[in-house]
């Protein structure tokens, strides 16, 4: 079965379940639990539900997912249980303090870029003469 023991899925890229079909019946129900889960009472997300038993299925795992250890469990129509081990979703934290703002130079009307190299620093401080009172 996928996911696999170690496997880490980062959220909001697709990945593919995969199970072995021999003795379940659809429709199936297919849920991410926290690890260690034994049954679906504890559920994070619904990835499908009254899906086709045909082995595989994509899913890309939400950003608001909170949990990294997790496993996916699939219930069938007769209530048999398949359980993956446990994996890891990736976690991405996004701050909006980590932007890139790309600006002109007002007296030459070029870009100016922020992650040039340090003599091209010394080009930017002279179009900027608030900027060197700063940093004194």
């Not at 072995?20 to 997300?45: F, M, R, Y």
Request: hydrophobic share 40%; charged share 15%; net charge negative.
């Amino acid at each position: 079965m996928s996911p696999a023991s170690g496997d880490s899925w980062p959220v909001e890229q697709s990945q593919t379940i995969k199970w072995d079909t021999t003795g379940l019946e659809a429709p199936l129900n297919i849920h991410l639990v926290p690890s260690g889960a034994v049954d679906a009472t504890i559920i994070i997300a619904e990835i499908a539900v009254n899906v086709a038993n045909t082995g595989s299925f994509q899913w890309a795992p939400p950003n608001t997912i909170t949990v990294a250890d997790v496993e996916v469990i699939i219930v069938d129509a007769k209530q048999i249980i398949v359980i993956s081990e446990v994996f890891i979703i990736v976690i991405v934290e996004v701050s909006p303090f980590l932007q890139i703002f790309h600006s002109r130079n007002p007296l030459t009307q070029e870009p100016d870029h922020h992650d040039q190299k340090v003599n091209d620093q010394q080009r930017h401080r002279a179009s900027y003469p608030q900027l060197q009172q700063l940093q004194r």
